[in-house]
């Protein structure tokens, strides 16, 4: 059974960093994306980024390109995202997903309607 664990949310004031770590178990994600999504209160929830674990190529929301960045760490089956700058807007609850990449065409990465497994969520919090 894969299972997903975040780690890394927390409160920080407007302009600074934080790293979310989500460690994947229960299969291998060589045939897999693995995104971020996030969640504000009273909102849908929304892409933030992807990667393809097999040729790290990337994709990002437009609201965050340039201040994150996902990468992966295969040996220790764990995918980041670096959030630099961090805004106001960015608080929300953050979850790792993952979806084979067989599930649809690549220009669905950021439906998260395609993703078969989430992790609990991180709150990270930005205040002013």
């Known amino acids: 059974q894969v299972q997903l664990v975040e780690s890394g949310g927390g409160s920080v004031q407007a302009g600074a960093s934080l790293r979310l770590s989500c460690v994947g178990s229960?299969?291998?994600?060589?045939?897999?994306?693995m995104g971020w999504f996030r969640q504000a209160p009273g909102k849908e929830r929304e892409f933030v980024a992807v990667i393809n674990w097999n040729r790290g190529t990337t994709l990002y929301a437009d609201s965050v390109k340039g201040r994150f960045t996902i990468v992966r760490d295969p040996a220790k089956n764990t995918v980041y995202l670096q959030m630099n700058s961090l805004k106001v807007e960015d608080t929300a609850v953050y979850y790792c997903?993952?979806?084979?990449?067989?599930?649809?065409?690549?220009?669905?990465?950021?439906?998260?309607?395609?993703?078969?497994?989430w992790g609990q969520g991180a709150q990270v919090t930005v205040s002013s």
């Open positions: 997903a993952v979806r084979s990449v067989a599930a649809g065409p690549s220009s669905s990465v950021r439906n998260s309607g395609f993703y078969g497994y």
């Open positions: 229960g299969r291998t994600f060589s045939n897999d994306y």
